[in-house]
């Protein structure tokens, strides 16, 4: 081998001589002489030249000067950065150029995905034209119902498209988390071209809106669009809290019900009742939801009841829906053969309810039982064969149940016989009951056109004056008039970088390219900084997965908006720029807002967060940002001590709150807290001393007292009853009548406060005197007064949290006459310190929120549900059995603050036999006195029940990063802490 080198090359046989010449000859090949290096050439005639041209000379090359391949920036050219490092820097697990990533977290079909319908796309925007035509209505009711089953059963009717019968279809439920969960999250519009039972064709409208008691704000933001409701009640378990909540709402706003009593077939397959006790049942449902409709307004007009065409039933999940009319018209169109056989269908109809009985053998419908084979109407005419379809489909073999199918006018494919059992049941049914006209009747019957229901609508929910122009266009839902949109809800893209608008077309057209003013809801006339312009993008018809854009939606039709989004947050009203503009047709016109939205429940359970990577701060900012635009009833802060905080209704809220922020939003990882809850700050006496404050220049000094509201008083404001923009002669007579105040009190309330939702549970009330006050210095401040007593309602002085149910008495006043003695720098802050040492000095306290809770659990399980409670500090108001139901209903109260993980502890102790709803009822004083010293806290250990209220404060300033101090001392003139100290009342100073 060593006859060849390292690179096998033969070099031949080698002895000790020849390797001495050999080395000789290889040194004077490698060594330059001087006569080669004169040959070589110049520097820069050899720049370009290559190795093997050196070589044809007799110049020598060293190895660091060979190039052996082409330099970076000769391969990729000037502008790319070449590095070279000795080791990797990136893991194993991240890829050198990491792949483009397509962001969709809701279900979108487009182009070819988008299924074909039994209408027309052109004829459903032309029947926008047309508001008689319209209905817009919204699909509400309690979790689990059948609420998205129902619309589930409309897109089946009117959309062509493979659909595996044997899972639901949740067309409506689009987010990635209403997939994973099971649950409606969001409100979800859809748009259908449905015929009645006339072949007339309706363009409806409608939203589908989650039944959690935890969302219940996304069903009061659809139902400022809508003119009527569709409320879904199970057949077995009838009105729950939800449905309790969401039937109040709706007869307060005046929106007509059409009702809907759904799964009926539970009461087939489940309970297995009788015909006769099926309808007892479905009697005592409709009775449910009767009285909770007379309690709130005893008027007969807003009564369902099958007569009178506004209750249907259903089985949205086997796709069959009837009222009594579309029921009567079957038998009429199966055995009305001829003309002489015809009968009135309403007549009908209007026998098949109530007690009303058949004999058969007679052909006679009768009042009264009269035995033997009469029958109840709705038992023989409709039960009945409902009952025998189910048995024939369930029990009877092929050969049987084609012949009794056939006799029905149903003949299936060979294929269909071959399914299971739910899915033969459904294409059954769905083919024996036919489209859903009889729900199309009520809705088209019950439900108001656009236009009929503007003036209601208009007189309820805007805040300027009736009387105006451009009030009077919207009265009319005139597509002629002005562009006026009201905004209730924001949609993000598939891929959440943008936001669309929703919301219904008040009056104009909504086109694309109209300039348009964007009022927020802190806009008004006398603070115009809530307003932008903005260029309306493009419009669609929004269908839940797919978007129809359209030139324009005429008013009274609801639309999806892209291009205005960036300055709402919660809700906005949009008018036409030009409107009001010089040369415009209200020019010089004030514009008004509708009002904000009252919701049925609160945000009190909160979260901080925080990036866990500070550096990713921002990112967090903006997905904050994101979700305060798409949850309606979130509320995001930030506290004193400058941590994020995330208000939300319940946990499964703030966990739905968390996913979006860290998967759709911000995309990072965050650290989060602990839940901890909303507290309020009250008094439960009158301020023990006359409090006064005077300025920092010594010139003015206000002297107040705090005592308890009344009862009541706070739920009115809050409700909107009451509020301090109604006539001071109106207000002051319902203050007289309902709660005893006398003329000079309720003549001389100042304000509300704090300004949170548009009022405030606490008043301001002169109760100065002429004689001792000079009224013109007086009210020359009370503008900073109430700017005062505003700031402090807004953070009391235990912990930073809102006071509430307090009145403030104003006794006295001392003021400069010279008006640069008493500006809004000297005022306000005295204001709010007087506010504040009369507020201690009323023995104050804590409050608490309170949830209520249902439960949902079968009789032996009922102990559990007492026990669990019992270690929560809740306690149990009702305990009843749930009729026609093996089921029990536990209603009871317990704080919030305990209330963390109640429903998995409650499950593991029923076996996951109980199901329970909780949500916000009420606010409760907090046990023990937060201000008192004595008490010891010890770390680790749970407060004792006259603790808590100290255990809480001082927890709670800690955390938001205040001192322990809260004494009254910090608020009180010096003289007078020295008068109290002289006359023994050191108590009082805390």
């Known amino acids: 081998m060593d006859q060849y080198d390292e690179w096998g090359n033969f070099i031949g046989d080698l002895s000790d001589d020849s390797d001495q010449g050999s080395e000789a000859d290889e040194n004077r090949r490698h060594s330059p002489t001087v006569e080669s290096i004169e040959a070589l050439p110049e520097p820069d005639e050899i720049n370009d ?49 990491n792949p483009i990533k397509v962001r969709k977290f809701t279900i979108v079909e487009k182009g070819e995905a988008v299924p074909e319908t039994t209408f027309s796309k052109q004829f459903m925007v032309d029947l926008m034209s047309h ?38 279809l949740l067309y409506t439920d689009t987010h990635i988390l209403e997939q994973q969960r099971g649950i409606s999250l969001k409100s979800s519009p859809m748009s259908f071209v449905l015929q009645n039972s006339k072949q007339k064709s309706f363009l409806v409208n409608m939203i589908d809106t989650p039944g959690h008691v935890n969302f219940l704000d996304e069903v009061t933001n659809s139902l400022r669009l809508v003119d009527g409701a569709i409320l879904v009640v199970d057949a077995v378990e009838g009105v729950l809290v939800s449905t309790d909540k969401i039937i109040r709402h709706l007869v307060q706003e005046g929106i007509p019900i059409v009702l809907v009593v759904n799964k009926v077939d539970r009461l087939i397959l489940e309970l297995r ?24 307004n005893p008027d007969p007009i807003h009564r369902v009841s099958p007569e009178l065409g506004n209750v249907g039933f259903a089985s949205t999940e086997m796709g069959w829906c009837f009222n009594l009319t579309s029921f009567a018209k079957m038998y009429r169109d199966t055995f009305c053969t001829s003309k002489k056989d015809l009968f009135d269908i309403a007549a009908f109809a209007k026998r098949l309810w109530g007690n009303i009985w058949y004999i058969p053998e007679q052909r006679k419908f009768v009042k009264r039982n009269v035995g033997g084979e009469c029958k109840r109407t709705f038992d023989h005419f409709i039960l009945e064969p409902l009952y025998k379809l189910y048995g024939q489909v369930l029990g009877s073999e092929q050969g049987p149940l084609k012949e009794t199918l056939a006799d029905l006018g149903i003949y299936l494919k060979p294929a269909a016989y071959k399914l299971d059992v739910r899915p033969l049941l459904r294409i059954v049914l769905s083919q024996f009951f036919g489209p859903s006209t009889g729900l199309v009747d009520m809705i088209s019957s019950h439900v108001p056109n656009p236009q009929a229901a503007a003036a209601a609508k208009l007189k309820s929910n805007y805040t300027g004056p009736l009387d105006s122009p451009l009030a009077q266009h919207i009265e009319k839902s005139d597509a002629a008039g002005p562009l006026v949109i009201q905004i209730t809800k924001l949609y993000p893209t598939h891929d959440a ?28 006339i006398d603070d115009e900084e809530d307003m932008v312009e903005a260029l309306i993008e493009r419009v669609f018809i929004f269908e839940s997965r797919y978007s129809v854009e359209t030139s324009g939606v005429p008013a009274g039709n609801l639309c999806l908006i892209s291009g205005i989004d960036n300055s709402i947050t919660k809700t906005a009203t949009v008018v036409e720029s030009a409107y009001n503009h010089p040369g415009g047709a209200g020019e010089g016109e004030n514009l008004y807002i509708f009002k904000p939205i009252s919701h049925l429940t609160k945000s009190v359970l909160k979260i901080a967060v925080e990036p866990l990577n500070p550096s990713e701060l921002p990112k967090l900012l903006e997905g904050l940002r994101k979700v305060n635009k798409t949850y309606p009833l979130v509320e995001i802060k930030v506290e004193e001590s400058g941590e994020h905080v995330i208000i939300g209704t319940g946990e ?47 010139k003015n000094k206000l002297t107040m007292i705090a005592e308890p509201l009344e009862k009541g008083i706070a739920e009115e404001i809050e409700t909107g009853r009451i509020n301090i923009r109604m006539p001071a002669k109106t207000l002051s007579q319902h203050f007289m009548n309902n709660y005893q105040w006398d003329l000079l009190a309720s003549r001389s309330i100042w304000a509300f406060g704090p300004e949170i939702d548009g009022g405030g549970t606490n008043i301001l009330v002169n109760d100065t005197l002429p004689t001792e006050v000079d009224k013109k210095l007086l009210f020359s401040v009370k503008e900073s007064i109430k700017q005062g007593f505003q700031w402090a309602t807004r953070e009391g002085p235990i912990c930073d949290e809102p006071i509430r149910n307090v009145k403030f008495k104003l006794l006295d006043a001392t003021l400069a006459d010279e008006p640069i003695y008493r500006g809004g720098g000297q005022i306000i802050p005295t204001a709010r310190r007087v506010c504040y040492s009369s507020f201690m000095m009323a023995t104050p306290r804590l409050m608490e929120p309170v949830y209520y809770i249902e439960v949902q659990a079968p009789a032996d399980c009922v102990p559990a549900v007492y026990l669990v409670l019992a270690r929560r500090r809740g306690h149990v108001t009702q305990d009843i059995p749930k009729p026609g139901s093996p089921l029990y209903t536990v209603k009871a109260y317990i704080p919030v603050i305990d209330a963390n993980g109640f429903e998995t502890d409650l499950r593991t102790h029923t076996q996951g036999q109980s199901f329970c709803m909780q949500t916000f009822d009420h606010w409760s004083i907090v046990p023990g006195d937060p201000t008192d010293k004595s008490i010891t806290l010890r770390p ?5 029940a006259q603790a808590l209220a100290r255990d809480v404060a001082l927890k709670t300033r800690r955390r938001k990063g205040l001192g322990d101090n809260m004494s009254v001392a910090k608020y009180i003139e010096a003289d007078l802490v020295a008068a109290l100290i002289a006359a023994g009342q050191e108590n009082l100073l805390g």
């Open 49 to 97: 030249m290559e190795i093997d041209h050196l070589g044809s000379s007799n110049a020598v090359v060293l190895h660091d000067d060979k190039k052996y391949y082409p330099l970076a920036s000769e391969l990729y050219g000037p502008d790319v950065e070449a590095m070279v490092e000795e080791e990797d820097a990136q893991p194993l697990t991240e890829p050198i150029i």
């Open 131 to 168: 508001p008689e035509s319209v209905r817009n209505v919204a699909v509400v009711g309690h979790l689990h119902h059948g609420k998205t089953a129902l619309l589930d059963m409309l897109v089946h009717e009117t959309h062509d498209f493979e659909w595996d019968t044997s899972k639901p």
């Open 273 to 296: 009742l009788p015909p006769a006790d099926a309808y007892y049942k479905l009697k005592h449902t409709i009775e449910e939801v009767n009285t909770v409709i007379s309690s709130c």
């Open 497 to 524: 970088n943008e936001f669309r608008s929703f919301g219904r077309v008040l009056s104009g057209v909504a086109r694309a390219g109209v300039k348009v003013k964007v009022l927020g809801e802190g806009y008004s």
């Open 652 to 698: 499964i809220y703030l966990d739905c709150c968390l996913f979006d922020l860290r998967e759709i939003f911000s995309e990072i990882e965050i650290k989060v807290s602990d839940p901890v809850v909303k507290f309020c700050e009250t008094v439960v006496d009158t301020s023990v001393i006359k409090c006064y404050a005077e300025t920092p220049n010594k």
């Open 940 to 944: 680790l250990e749970p407060a004792s």
